[in-house]
Structures are given as C-alpha cells and as structure tokens.
C-alpha cells in the first residue's frame, strides 16, 4: 500500500510540472487538477495535503485556488523517475531479468568459496552485505531461463576478483544484484571456475536463505537479476545473518 501510495505522489508532481509547477508557481485548482487526473476532487485535495506535507511542493491557499510550486524533494523524484525510464529507454539491455529455478542441494562449493576470505571481503566492500558461508542452488526450469541465464553474461557484472594463495589460484566471480522471492536481497554468482553448466544459478545473500524463506529441495523460487551495479530500491530487506553449523544454503 505505502508504495501504491508513492507512485500515486509521484504521479501528482508529474502532473503539476506539465502545469507549470516545476519551473515556477502555478495556480491550481482541485476541481481542475481532479478532472485532469480523473479523480474526485476530495481525493485531488488530499493528495495536496500530503504532497505538502512530504515537503515535495510548496502551497498557499487563495480563494481561486492553490498557488503551487515543486519543491526540492519533489524535483529529486521527478529525477529519480527521469534517470530510471532514461535506463530503460536508452540501455542496450534489459535493467533486470526474471530467472525461476528449483531449490536442490549443492556440492557444498559454494560454501567453501564464499569462505574464503578475499571473496568474503570483495563481497562486503561491493554488496554491503556479510555473506551467509553457503548458496542457495537453483536448477533453472525452463529453456527461457537457460537462455536467459546465457544472456547475462553479455551484460554489465560487478566483478569479485580472483587471487592466488600458497597453493593454488582462485578465478574471477561475476556477480549481479539479486531480489529473492520479491523478499531478500542479495546477489547471483557466477564462477569462471565451477562444475555447474549454465542449467544452475548459484544464490549468495546476508542471510540463510532456506531458513530465511522456508525453502526444501523442489521448491520453486523466482529470483530477480539486475543487470548493472544498481542500488536496489524495494520492500526486500537485508536480514540478519543466522549462525549456522549448516554450509549448504
């Protein structure tokens, strides 16, 4: 509901800056502003106020109407909306894609390599999360998201670099920020080294994902991809990193 609401704001100040609101003060008045939105004029009022309220317009109340102009806050949300269909207008690539795969249990691979300390760092510095010591592994469903899964690999990656210790090398790790089950947020791993083909996804977030989520092998889980180092706007929330025995996400 609060990001119903949201938009709702966001999609008043777009409507007041094509009266003229952005740039300078503008006269409106709620029957006016409700007929333009298709909307009853109660609600046209209300929507003021809380606009007001938030600090995204200013407004002073005269017997033929309000006099309105976009505020600073405001002004950042027309930005924001501005920079985000500018991306999706203009990139070459999708923001984000969808993959949907099966919960099973890994080789415990994950684990061992997340546990390493010069991953973990590179992780922390580059995702702002402390990973859970294992990964959740999804078998992709379906031949979309096999290809799907292909086409990442042609898009912008936030790269976790190899190192080498005393007695063997470690190679580079792309990586995209990830929503888990619209709940979670984290991140997908691919390894340049890994027994697993293109058919698995391999899961890291701050949590342990299959407690977090109440996930058991079989079941399905919808994970969102972005495709550039984006900060992540959503509901999701970074949950507190269990202490766990168990490796295997």
Request: with cysteine; charged share 25%; hydrophobic share 35%.
């Amino acid at each position: 509901m609060a990001e119903k609401r949201q938009w709702q704001h966001v999609y008043m100040i777009l409507k007041l800056s094509e009266m003229g609101a952005y740039r300078r003060i503008t006269k409106v008045s709620t029957d006016f502003l409700a007929e333009k939105l298709g909307i009853s004029q109660q609600t046209a009022s209300r929507y003021l106020i809380e606009l007001e309220r938030k600090g995204w317009i200013k407004r002073d109340i005269t017997p033929e109407g309000s006099l309105v102009k976009i505020d600073e806050p405001g002004v950042r949300e027309l930005l924001k909306l501005y920079s985000n269909l500018r991306g999706v207008i203009e990139t070459a690539y999708p923001l984000s894609v969808t993959l949907e795969g099966t919960v099973f249990t890994g080789l415990g691979e994950g684990a061992y390599y997340v546990s390493k300390e010069n991953y973990r760092k590179q992780i922390v510095e580059k995702f702002g999360f402390e990973p859970f010591q294992g990964t959740l592994n999804l078998k992709l469903t379906s031949d979309y998201d096999v290809k799907t899964r292909l086409e990442l690999e042609a898009y912008p990656a936030i790269d976790v670099e190899g190192f080498k210790s005393t007695d063997r090398s470690y190679g580079l790790v792309k990586c995209y920020p990830a929503i888990i089950d619209n709940k979670v947020k984290g991140a997908i791993v691919i390894a340049t080294r890994s027994h697993y083909d293109v058919s698995v996804i391999e899961v890291i977030a701050p949590t342990y994902l299959r407690k977090q989520l109440n996930l058991k092998d079989g079941y399905k889980v919808k994970v969102e991809v972005y495709t550039s180092p984006i900060t992540i706007s959503t509901n999701a929330t970074n949950a507190t990193t269990f202490v766990t025995t168990d490796k295997s996400n």
